[in-house]
């Protein structure tokens, strides 16, 4: 088992060279750079932008350009925003990524303590009327865009019945302990469920036919032949089984929600990782975008990643393959 | 054999309600018994009920299916008004039942101790530690010989055969009265089949159990079973000890499954088959059921049918055509 987490390991890092070549190439092949856009204006001499471009490497070969990129963020630099002048790429990430790492899991948390119980209640009374409800929900909310679900939500839930902040992560800063906690939450409501929305109906479907699958099969049948309880059935001998699958799901699924952060934190003026990243397009910070772009792709790898182990624990057949 | 039956079936029927106007009768108001010690065969066509006859036995009947009339009583005491809960209490303790398909039948994801140990924890309410090395010698009385290790190892690791004798083993665990086996070899290697059986039947002895064997192999029917039920479309159609159900035939479906049968003594160019197929169980012929197969139909056979009549001491047949006490016309 070891054996196969290592090499599993060893794979990511061709993995994330190739992911740095295209983020790289990518950013790249995006016409302009942070000086195109004031090249007309008159008071300032075309000589001094070439200048900087020069000085910046950007007129560097790009093989050239690229050596000197990956190498730097390999130590972890990520060199100088080119927006927020005089402030390192870093800086500007950490200052956001906790925001969006705590709405990432927060929209996680609610996913799986609504899909997975209702997921198996659907399966254990199918055709029943909260089958019908969920399917219904699952097909709306897979269904609704994110920005959309989350103006309605505004209009609704914050703005005519004021239960829940629109906007921002915290009332004031002069809270702290418990109360700044709560009031954290409170804030993270709205956008955790809307960024949570597609995943819920997504993890649901998918519990739901997992369970109806193991429900049917013959170990099941052994399971109560031998005399094991309602509880010990459900329990021990379905889920374990139909939770493989979902591991999976959860590794995909994280990088899904970490790239739908994007657009929810821009709908609840949330400062996160998103709006840092929407900002920075239409500043064409390359630097931010790039890091950032990165991030998600890492993410989504190490995502992958830890599903591949996980499902390794969980499941003795792919242990010794 | 002797005394007081271990199971005792009356007029279980057992119907699965498809939609609005079909219901096939898997089960359709059959009734046997087990003594101790007995093998019991039952045999039939594949859709002719064998599996629904045990799995009801078990209370294991899931929708659309439901037992709708009968008893059933395992030694004297009447199951089919336990609660779910008693009946836990009988399933895997005073019945176990092995499956056809050792394949599948046993969980991915438990080793082999775990799932041998949690029936021996449920029903005979061992330590972890005692029903680890209880289930340690069951799998060595099974005939496994690496058993220290196999407990540790999981299911995809063991081949067919092993994975029956893991069942075995399973089924032993708490001294079932009886053993219920639904084509225990149908999915093994030819050269496996027969050490299955033996085991099994040496269990059978050493466990004092009494075996309900499902097959539709005549062969082992012949070897293994003490008394043969024959069933068609959901009805016990003939019964008899088996070297007499073999021997002195009756019902036109039996003769046709024997027929049926390859046999060495004999050099025969083709083997018999019975016409056409079962009919589907919410589509019977009224009247008898084989009638729209039988190649000895009579009228009367499509207008009605008749019970299971006996025409000797423990020789029963469901058919017109022995109405008058076994005399053929
Ligand atoms: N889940 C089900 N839903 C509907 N009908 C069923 C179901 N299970 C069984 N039946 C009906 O019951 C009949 C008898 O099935 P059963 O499984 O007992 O046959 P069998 O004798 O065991 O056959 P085989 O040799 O193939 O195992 C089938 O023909 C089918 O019509
Ligand atoms: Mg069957």
């Not at chain 1, 103006?151 to 800063?173: D, E, H, M, N, V």
């Not at chain 1, 699924?253 to 929810?264: K, N, P, R, V």
């Not at chain 1, 182990?309 to 792919?318: A, E, H």
């Not at chain 2, 190649?295 to 000797?312: G, N, R, Y």
Request: charged share 20%; with cysteine; net charge negative.
């Amino acid at each position: 088992m070891y054996k196969y987490i290592i090499r599993r390991i060893l794979v990511f890092i061709p993995m994330l060279i190739m992911l740095s070549i295209i983020v790289f190439a990518l950013a790249k092949a995006a016409p302009g750079d942070p000086f195109t856009g004031k090249i007309l204006d008159p008071e300032v001499d075309p000589a001094v932008f070439e200048q900087q471009r020069e000085a910046l490497g950007l007129n560097d070969p790009l093989p050239v350009q690229y050596v000197n990129w990956a190498s730097k963020i390999a130590t972890g630099n990520f060199g100088e925003s080119m927006y927020y002048k005089g402030r390192s790429v870093q800086s500007l990430i950490k200052e956001r990524i906790v925001n969006t790492l705590y709405l990432g899991l927060f929209a996680l948390a609610i996913t799986l303590i609504v899909a997975i119980p209702i997921g198996i209640y659907s399966a254990r009374n199918p055709y029943s009327i909260l089958d019908y409800s969920a399917t219904t929900f699952g097909f709306l909310g897979l269904a609704i865009p994110n920005f959309f679900f989350g103006l309605i939500a505004i209009y609704f839930l914050a703005i005519k019945l004021g239960w829940f902040p629109a906007q921002g992560t915290i009332t004031s800063t002069d809270v702290s302990g418990w109360t700044e906690v709560w009031d954290r939450v409170h804030h993270m409501v709205l956008p955790g469920i809307t960024l949570g929305l597609a995943g819920t109906a997504t993890y649901m479907r998918y519990m739901r036919s997992e369970v109806l699958d193991v429900l049917g099969s013959d170990y099941i049948r052994t399971a109560k032949a031998k005399g094991m309880s309602e509880r010990n059935v459900l329990y021990k001998h379905t889920l374990r089984n139909a939770i493989i699958p979902i591991i999976t799901l959860m590794g995909f699924e994280f990088g899904a929600l970490l790239s739908g952060a994007i657009i929810t934190e821009q709908v609840f003026s949330y400062p996160g990782l998103g709006t840092l990243f929407i900002n920075s397009i239409t500043n064409r910070d390359y630097p931010v975008i790039m890091a950032i772009t990165l991030l998600l792709g890492v993410t989504i790898l190490i995502g992958n990643l830890l599903a591949d182990i996980f499902y390794s624990i969980v499941d003795p057949r792919i242990r010794y393959d | 054999m002797s005394n007081d039956p271990v199971l005792d079936v009356e007029q279980l029927k057992t119907y699965f309600y498809l939609d609005e106007e079909r219901v096939a009768k898997a089960v359709d108001d059959i009734s046997f018994s087990i003594y101790p010690g007995e093998t019991v065969a039952l045999v039939g066509e594949s859709g002719s009920g064998k599996s629904i006859t045990a799995l009801s036995i078990m209370q294991l009947i899931n929708k659309p299916g439901k037992i709708v009339g009968g008893s059933i009583s395992i030694a004297s005491e009447e199951i089919l008004t336990l609660s779910s809960k008693q009946m836990e209490k009988i399933r895997g303790n005073d019945i176990a039942m092995i499956f056809q398909e050792p394949m599948t039948a046993l969980n991915p994801v438990f080793t082999i101790g775990n799932q041998i140990s949690e029936i021996l924890r449920k029903h005979k309410k061992l330590s972890n530690k005692a029903a680890q090395e209880k289930a340690i010698n069951l799998l060595k009385t099974v005939g496994i010989s690496r058993a220290e290790e196999i407990v540790n190892e999981y299911p995809h690791q063991l081949s067919g055969g092993m994975r029956q004798r893991v069942m075995i083993a399973m089924a032993i665990s708490c001294d079932p009265k009886l053993l219920i086996a639904d084509e225990p070899t149908t999915a093994l290697d030819v050269t496996i089949q027969a050490q299955i059986l033996d085991l099994m039947a040496d269990m059978k002895e050493k466990f004092h159990m009494a075996l309900l064997l499902i097959t539709h192999d005549l062969g082992v029917v012949s070897e293994y079973a003490d008394r043969v039920m024959v069933m068609y479309g959901g009805q016990i159609v003939e019964e008899a000890p088996t070297s007499k159900l073999l021997e002195l035939t009756k019902h036109p479906y039996s003769q046709g499954l024997l027929e049926s049968l390859p046999k060495l003594e004999e050099d025969v160019d083709r083997l018999g088959t019975i016409k056409g197929t079962v009919p589907p169980a919410y589509d019977f012929p009224s009247g008898c059921r084989f009638s729209s197969r039988c190649p000895f139909v009579m009228e009367k056979c499509k207008q009605s049918s008749t019970d299971l009549k006996k025409i000797d001491q423990d020789h029963f047949v469901r058919c017109y055509l022995y109405e008058n006490g076994g005399s053929e016309e």
